[in-house]
């Protein structure tokens, strides 16, 4: 595993929760919602990539 993927993961999430919290105060509920669901987005497909590379790593290592 690599320790970028871990700060790029920290990074979104603390972005996400400035955004979040500026949102929420300035009344903007619905917007904070969406910053929510789109950092969360993001970091699925992030990974799920790594997922992918390890099912493939395990292929190859067990020959299937």
């Given at each position: 595993m690599n320790v970028d993927l871990v700060f790029q993961i920290a990074g979104i999430g603390i972005v996400v929760a400035v955004l979040n919290q500026l949102l929420n105060r300035a009344g903007r509920?619905?917007?904070?919602?969406?910053?929510?669901?789109?950092?969360?987005?993001?970091?699925?497909f992030i990974v799920s990539e790594q997922i992918g590379e390890l099912f493939s790593a395990i292929k190859r290592i067990f020959g299937l």
């Amino acid at each position: 595993m690599n320790v970028d993927l871990v700060f790029q993961i920290a990074g979104i999430g603390i972005v996400v929760a400035v955004l979040n919290q500026l949102l929420n105060r300035a009344g903007r509920d619905e917007m904070a919602l969406m910053v929510t669901i789109a950092g969360l987005i993001a970091v699925l497909f992030i990974v799920s990539e790594q997922i992918g590379e390890l099912f493939s790593a395990i292929k190859r290592i067990f020959g299937l």
